[in-house]
């Protein structure tokens, strides 16, 4: 009979600890549901965020910030400049050259109807990681207009798809030597340290260490610039901007000062 009650209080225990490991595996579960719904609305507090400010008046900074502008290139269709001059956008940054050979086909005409309107009025260059820094900045200075009054020469570097598939066979300290390459040669051309337009991750591999004469241009799609990240003078603040005189999404832009430290980014 002992032997019998001690078989009987055993299979009692075992009971007990698997209804105790049944509890565990339900916490554990509830953690990682807790858990995944949590990183779920972190991304899609993110994407929200990133597609929500669509003008200048829809974001809290419209108070802040006065000076105005748009960046453009041939993939934004018609453009109305005289619109645009109405509503206070004050600048524009017009993709002109890329890498060592390709011109934007709408360069020109932006240009010109940009400055009737009433713009000031700059060009950018796309980097290329891959080509000679030097060679990209005679691209430039043949094909880029930058007079007297006009916006200081920029210099566009990110991680797009061309970049990218090349960024891996380029080491960083390649990239950023060829981009010290194009950059002083278009300072000793120019004599103005061209403004650098990058996002935050770029900023940190590439421009943080070497460029602290540059004025940085940040894109920074879901919070303001933090003030620590570098002397940026431009937030790009939207690549989503539906505002009158546009047709396609178009590239919204905070200058961070005032109207008279603006003249700053101007040639002599």
């Known amino acids: 009979m002992a032997k019998k009650q001690y078989r009987k ?13 049944g509890r565990i595996y339900a916490v554990i579960g509830l953690l990682i549901a807790a858990t995944t719904l949590a990183l779920a609305c972190i991304i899609f507090l993110r994407i929200w965020q990133r597609d929500l400010f669509h003008s200048f008046e ?17 993939h934004n269709s018609f453009i109305d400049w ?43 260059h796309f980097f290329r990681f891959r080509d000679e820094g030097k060679r990209q900045a005679e691209h430039f200075i043949k094909y880029a207009k930058v007079l007297p009054q006009d916006m200081i020469p920029a210099i566009d570097v ?71 990240a570098g002397n940026w003078v431009i ?11 546009t047709v396609n999404d178009i590239d919204l832009n905070y200058y961070r000062y005032s109207f008279y430290e603006f003249r700053t980014l101007l040639m002599p």
């Open 158 to 228: 990110e991680h797009s798809d061309v970049n990218v598939a090349s960024g891996g066979r380029a080491k960083r300290g390649e990239v950023i030597a060829e981009l010290k390459e194009l950059e002083h040669s278009l300072f000793l051309y120019y004599g103005k340290h061209p403004v650098i337009y990058t996002n935050k991750d770029c900023y940190k591999k590439y421009i943080e260490t070497d460029f602290s004469l540059n004025p940085i241009w940040i894109c920074d799609l879901h919070d303001e610039p933090n003030v620590a």
């Open 82 to 124: 005289n619109r645009l001059r109405k509503d206070n956008v004050s600048f524009a940054y017009l993709k002109s050259t890329e890498g060592v050979s390709h011109i934007d086909r709408d360069y020109i005409r932006n240009y010109r109807l940009a400055k009737e309107a009433g713009l000031k009025v700059g060009a950018y």
């Open 235 to 245: 937030w790009q603040f939207s690549h989503t901007g539906n505002i009158p005189g």
């Open 9 to 21: 209080t055993s299979r009692r225990r075992k009971k007990k600890k698997s209804g105790k490991s």
């Open 58 to 74: 829809q974001t809290p900074y419209s108070d802040k910030y006065f000076v105005r502008g748009v960046d453009v290139s041939h």
